[in-house]
């Protein structure tokens, strides 16, 4: 039997795992980049990342008087292909004598072509409606997924919290925001090819539209 040859993939950027910790009860991950060739961008991302771990720690730490009895930092790569790099962190923490823990989540988005950090809107054509088209996806997926509401949804922010998934802008909203605590994080997937005639055909959604 011969012995074949694997064609890996390959990823625009490589990640390793890093940790802050105060004790076994509070753990906190988040990623860096490394071996990157343009070594501004790779410390840019960086801090990026570094900058928003400490952000919800910090608003951990503030949301009650009460200490911190246990702190879980997570956080998951999205997307990594086609010069574009999505994460999301994610913070879990329980104060003492608390009902329950709180959780938040936030999410990066880096188009590596053009080296920025995207906001919603650099995903789309300049002038585009992309507001009230997304609106309206996430309003049906409300209906179809029979989601049951805290607080009307009538359109998302111009800079809603999103990610990118390979072909599927996802949009999502914090605990409580829309939904009952229970529900978890509501989360909304767009493929990107309901959203072809709107997105900027040479940004992050554009390469992820693309079949090659």
Do not use: W
């Not at 988040?30 to 990026?48: C, G, R, T, W």
């Amino acid at each position: 039997m011969k012995k074949g040859m694997i064609n890996l993939p390959t990823f625009p950027v490589q990640v390793s795992n890093q940790m802050i910790s105060s004790g076994p009860d509070i753990v906190v991950y988040y990623p860096i980049v490394f071996n990157m060739d343009d070594k501004a961008l790779e410390q840019y991302i960086n801090q990026s990342i570094i900058e928003e771990t400490q952000k919800l720690i910090n608003k951990q730490i503030s949301e009650m008087d009460t200490p911190i009895v246990s702190m879980v930092g997570t956080f998951e790569i999205k997307n990594n292909q086609r010069d574009v790099l999505s994460i999301t962190l994610t913070n879990y923490a329980y104060h003492d004598k608390a009902a329950h823990g709180m959780t938040y989540i936030v999410s990066l988005t880096f188009d590596l072509e053009k080296g920025k950090k995207c906001e919603l809107a650099d995903l789309f054509k300049p002038g585009s409606n992309y507001v009230e088209r997304t609106s309206e996806l996430i309003k049906e997926q409300i209906r179809v997924r029979e989601i049951s509401l805290i607080n009307e949804f009538t359109e998302i922010s111009p800079n809603q919290q999103f990610y990118i998934a390979d072909k599927t802008l996802v949009i999502y909203f914090q605990l409580y925001d829309l939904t009952p605590y229970v529900f978890g994080f509501p989360m909304f997937p767009i493929s990107v090819y309901d959203l072809q005639d709107i997105i900027d055909e040479e940004g992050p959604l554009g390469r992820m539209a693309q079949n090659n």
